[in-house]
């Protein structure tokens, strides 16, 4: 019957919305709380499917090897557009760097910037 089938309707809205309201605080208290260090990538991320880590810039650690950041928060750009934001806990993004630390690019002034290069599907795959 159609009353049994909008209560049932109203019932799973109720959780999801309850549900969205979570990940809505969740959200609220990374940017109230935690700090979080933001990194931009323009162009090449779409080119190649992968984003570069930097982890070391004219010889000394940088980026993903000093930051104190809880969330990781790599802007995906094109141009000067934004096409994504990806949030990503430091720990997991400091895992991934590690993972793929046989995939070392120079880059950046002068060459002067060491990046890890991370397949973009890998930061999706928990």
């Known amino acids: 019957t159609s ?4 209560k049932m309707m109203n019932n799973k809205f109720d959780i999801d919305l309850k549900y969205g309201q979570i990940f809505e605080n969740k ?3 990374i940017f ?3 700090k979080v260090e933001v990194k931009t990538e323009r ?3 779409r ?3 992968n984003i570069a880590i930097e982890y070391e810039c004219r010889g000394k650690r940088s980026g993903i090897s000093v ?3 809880d ?3 790599h802007v995906l750009a094109d141009d000067e557009e934004v096409n994504a934001m990806l949030m990503v806990p430091t720990d997991k993004m400091k895992q991934l760097a590690r993972k793929y630390f046989s995939r070392k690019k ?3 002034d002068d060459k002067q910037s060491k990046f890890v290069l991370i397949p973009l599907k890998e930061v999706f795959n928990g």
Do not use: F, V
């Open 3 to 6: 009353g049994d089938d909008d």
């Open 27 to 29: 959200l609220s208290d």
């Open 32 to 34: 109230k709380n935690k």
């Open 43 to 45: 162009n090449m991320w």
């Open 47 to 49: 080119k190649t499917g």
């Open 67 to 69: 930051t104190q950041a």
């Open 71 to 73: 969330w990781w928060c």
């Open 106 to 108: 120079e880059g950046g």
